[in-house]
């Protein structure tokens, strides 16, 4: 018995965390949309949800854990990430939402390995890429562009063009702030960090929020406008990180990064059932093609020991 319960505790916990990540990442994006659909801010939405996950972070990393708080030079690189990770990629791709379907955002957020890999061999000089990999590129644009061709057949809407735009800079946002962390290492625990990044965030999207005069009053939130953030706090900010965290040290990592291909997944079949989202053969296909590629990219450069895998940005 107690060998059975050692493995529960184990494996079959760790892909329970799996599925958790799975699932509630990839339904983050349609609490984002639903938000938005009640006329939230996207900024404002993005400042209050980093604010509370950034100050649950540190609630429990300085009230309970009585970590030191970061030097001066230490709260650079933390402000300079967060203005990537969150400001920039979470704040733009809850933005895009306004124009464009949630799993199509949620699409083009996970081709970020694509400009990962780029980004590497053009300005760092990496060797030369396989042929495998420049097969999940183009597995991975011609994807992309069944479901653009297909999206803008079926939510030719104003502004679609926009939000594409938003979502593709939302990608390399997250693309350069994720090597950013690979190749500059800190002392300083992850968790911890991310929680100031969060809450560094939180502030500088309620400034731009007041700044560009789109903030509205608080009590102004509708009911449904409030449950979309407290899922997004509570699920799509801390239980799900905790979860991804637990898969990642319990799993290999072949397993464990099964919820990147997955999330787009399951971001497109609730919103058409939650929000009434067009969900059609041609779009479901270009997706599968499209994470294909994503998967060809990465089992490329996994020989090289290149992680560009991470949590996605929303």
């Known amino acids: 018995m107690s060998n059975q319960y050692k493995f529960f505790k184990g494996k079959s916990l760790a892909y329970l965390a799996l599925s958790a990540t799975c699932v509630l990442w990839g339904t983050t994006w349609v ?18 949800r980093q604010f509370l ?4 972070f540190l609630l429990f990393f300085v009230g309970f854990k009585k970590m030191h708080l970061p030097t001066l030079r230490q709260f650079g690189w933390l402000t300079f990430l967060g203005l990537l990770l969150f400001v920039i990629s979470n704040g733009f791709s809850t933005w895009s939402l306004k124009f464009i379907p949630t799993g199509f955002s949620c699409l083009i957020g996970a081709l970020y390995p694509f400009s990962v890999v780029t980004i590497d061999r053009i300005f760092f000089h990496k060797k030369n890429l396989t042929p495998l990999t420049f097969i999940g590129l183009l597995l991975g644009l011609s994807g992309v562009g069944i479901v653009f061709y297909e999206n803008l057949l079926v939510h030719h809407q104003e502004g679609f063009y926009f939000g594409v735009v938003l979502s593709i800079l939302a990608m390399l946002s997250w693309s350069v702030g994720t090597m950013f962390i690979a190749k500059n290492k800190f002392p ?8 100031w990044q969060m809450l560094i965030s939180s502030v500088i999207l309620f400034v731009i929020s007041l700044s560009s005069q789109t903030a509205i009053p608080l ?3 509708s009911l449904k406008g409030w449950l979309a953030i407290a899922y997004l706090v509570i699920f799509g900010s801390i239980i799900s990180f905790i979860a991804f965290v637990y898969s990642m040290k319990k799993l290999p990592i072949a ?8 999330n787009p997944i399951v971001a497109m079949i609730t919103a058409a059932l939650v929000v009434n989202e067009k969900l059609t053969v041609h779009i479901f296909w270009g997706a599968l093609v499209t994470l294909s590629g994503v998967f060809l990219v990465n089992y490329s450069v996994s020989k090289d020991r290149v992680k560009v895998i991470a949590e996605p940005e929303q």
């Open 31 to 48: 609490a984002s949309k639903v938000a938005v659909a009640e006329n939230l801010p996207p900024f404002q939405l993005a400042a209050i």
């Open 53 to 56: 996950g950034g100050f649950s």
């Open 188 to 195: 300083l625990n992850p968790y911890y960090s991310t929680g």
């Open 219 to 221: 009590q102004n939130f």
């Open 255 to 262: 397993v464990s990064s099964l919820y990147a291909y997955l």
